[in-house]
């Protein structure tokens, strides 16, 4: 069984985030999902091994939670699955280079940097961008934990999972093997960084909703492009089809207007 083990841990964390994922209502797991894969990166030591690994746990996270885009494209599904797994394996195999040379605290900080800069390049504008499995949008059906990303964005949900994943780990791991007093210095701020920021969300929108009613000017933009011509030259360029929702919301908006809305 032993040396089924880390293949099972792989397995675990794929299917966990798969479980946490919209619309699934088990969001909360996603604040323990990596847990079994840095459980994993502790027991391997070769880095190549540790990334074939990795890339089994990203391959399961990236087909079941984005299977439908076979409807679109099956050599695209396929293409997608196969490159966005291998990029998010990256950042993990630089956490374990940089973990294994300057050592753990190094090696976690590391971890939330390579995978903060990771999903900051891949919400750009470039042929592989695939900002859906952005680890803050876990949270798309609980957006009442948070209200705070009007400050953070969802990069702030990415950390907070992260920071969240490995506090917990560092728990379990500071505490499985002890047969003495258990050690809860991991475990109290672990807590506190899972709560408090939904209660902050909570208080949020209490006040909202008591506060005062008032009516926004929102506009809504629809430039009415076929999906499947949008790509083609007889949509225009990309450009171009930025100018006509700059047109369009120019017309429509005015000094009152709020929010103004985008299509994706």
């Known amino acids: ?33 990596f847990i079994p894969l840095l459980w994993m990166e502790e027991r391997v030591s070769s880095r190549k ?6 890339y089994i746990t990203m391959f399961i996270w990236n087909v079941a939670t984005t299977w439908w885009i076979w409807n679109a494209s099956a ?4 293409s997608a699955f196969l490159a966005n797994s291998l990029l998010m394996c990256f ?12 050592g753990e605290r190094w090696g976690y900080l590391s971890l939330i940097a390579f995978w ?10 470039w042929g592989l961008s695939w900002p859906w ?30 920071a969240v994943n490995i506090l917990l780990f560092l728990h379990l791991k500071k505490n499985m093997l002890r047969n003495v007093t258990k050690d809860y210095r991991f475990l109290i701020p672990a807590a506190l960084l899972l709560v408090l920021p939904i209660l902050i969300s909570k208080i949020t929108t209490f006040r909202l909703e008591k506060g005062n009613q008032t009516n926004q000017n ?19 360029s990309f ?18 207007t709020a929010l103004i809305v985008w299509p994706e």
């Not at 903060?116 to 504008?125: A, G, K, R, V």
């Not at 499995?133 to 990415?158: D, I, M, P, R």
């Not at 450009?239 to 009152?256: C, F, G, H, P, Y």
């Open 218 to 236: 929102i506009v809504v933009v629809q430039p009415n492009i076929d999906p499947y011509e949008k790509v083609s030259n007889e949509a225009g």
């Open 1 to 33: 069984m032993n040396r089924y083990t880390n293949l099972l841990l792989a397995l675990a964390s794929g299917l966990l985030l798969f479980a946490a994922w919209p619309v699934s209502p088990l969001t909360l797991l996603i604040f323990f999902a």
């Open 75 to 78: 050599p695209g599904a396929v």
């Open 49 to 54: 091994k540790f990334f074939g690994l990795t």
């Open 116 to 125: 903060m800069c990771f999903e900051y390049i891949h919400l750009q504008d």
């Open 91 to 102: 950042p993990w195999l630089g956490y374990k280079i940089v973990k294994r040379r300057m």
């Open 133 to 162: 499995l952005t680890l803050g949008n876990a949270f798309a059906t609980k957006t009442e934990w948070v209200q705070w990303y009007e400050y953070t964005g969802n990069s702030g949900g990415s950390l907070w999972v992260l």
């Open 239 to 256: 450009e171009a089809q930025l100018q006509k929702l700059i047109s369009t919301t120019e017309k429509a908006a005015d000094n009152n």
